[in-house]
């Protein structure tokens, strides 16, 4: 099973920036069912934005054109440039390979 390493999580202003990053122990090389997913307290684990088949990306209608993923195949890495962040966007942000979960960072938006 594929371990996956996000970090990049931290405590940021309303309107701040982060960027995940999410590193995964072999190749992503050709899977496109990665992606960013969060969970805030209370809620349901929902999607962020991912890739999907042929390289295309999805996003969550709530932060298109403020947020945007990203990978380098060569790194065995994704990321999740985050900008003009809100406070209810709050959430252990997750990232995903096939059949597989990272640990979770812990992002918090202050207002």
């Known amino acids: 099973q594929v371990q996956l390493v996000e970090s990049g999580g931290g405590l940021v202003q309303a309107g701040g920036s982060l960027r995940l990053s999410c590193a995964a122990s072999r190749s992503i090389f050709g899977i496109n069912a990665m992606g960013w997913y969060r969970q805030a307290p209370g809620k349901q684990r929902e999607l962020v934005a991912t890739?999907?088949?042929?390289?295309?990306?999805v996003y969550a209608n709530s932060v298109k054109g403020r947020f945007t993923i990203s990978r380098d195949n060569a790194k065995n890495t994704i990321y999740l440039q985050m900008t003009g962040l809100k406070p209810e966007e709050t959430a252990v942000y997750y990232c995903?390979?096939?059949?597989?979960w990272g640990q979770g960072t812990q992002v918090t938006v202050s207002s």
């Open positions: 995903t390979y096939p059949d597989s």
């Open positions: 890739f999907t088949t042929g390289g295309s990306t």
